[in-house]
C-alpha cells in the first residue's frame, strides 16, 4: 500500500483547510484509514480514522471541528481519504500523516504517508 498525503500549508486562526491521503498498491486490504499528527517536540497522535463500514472516530480536539471522510473508488475500493479541517487554532500546528491499516490481530500492519505540514498562524 503506497500513501500520497498532500493539503497542507499555513492558514490563519479561525480558517480552514483540507488535506487528502490518496491509496494505491493492495487498497483491497486496508481495513481502516487514520490521519495523525506531530507537533514538534511532541508524539504523534491520532486526530480521526475511518475504517470499512465507514464507521469514524475522532479525537477529543478534533471533534466537532474536523471530518473526515472517503472518496471511493470502483466497487467501493479505497480511494482517497480527506481530512476537512475547520475553525484551525494554532495548536493545531503539526505534520499530518495519514496510516492504511492492513490484516487483524497479530498480522496487522501499517503503512505511512509523508507528512503535509499545517501551520495556523497569524
Known amino acids: 500500500v503506497q500513501l500520497q498525503a498532500s493539503g497542507g500549508g499555513l492558514v490563519q486562526p479561525g480558517g480552514s483547510l483540507r488535506l487528502s491521503c490518496a491509496a494505491s498498491g493492495e487498497i483491497y486490504s486496508i481495513n481502516a484509514v487514520a490521519w495523525y499528527r506531530q507537533a514538534p517536540g511532541q508524539q504523534r497522535e491520532l486526530v480521526a480514522d475511518i475504517n470499512n463500514g465507514h464507521t469514524t472516530n475522532y479525537a477529543y480536539s478534533a471533534e466537532g471541528r474536523f471530518l473526515i471522510t472517503r472518496d471511493d473508488g470502483v466497487n467501493g475500493a479505497w480511494n482517497v481519504v480527506n481530512l476537512q479541517m475547520n475553525i484551525l487554532q494554532p495548536e493545531d500546528t503539526a505534520v499530518y500523516y495519514c496510516?492504511?491499516?492492513?490484516?487483524?490481530?497479530?498480522?496487522?500492519?501499517?503503512?505511512w504517508g509523508q507528512g503535509t505540514q499545517v501551520t495556523v498562524s497569524s
Open positions: 496510516r492504511a491499516r492492513t490484516g487483524w490481530g497479530p498480522k496487522i500492519v501499517d503503512y
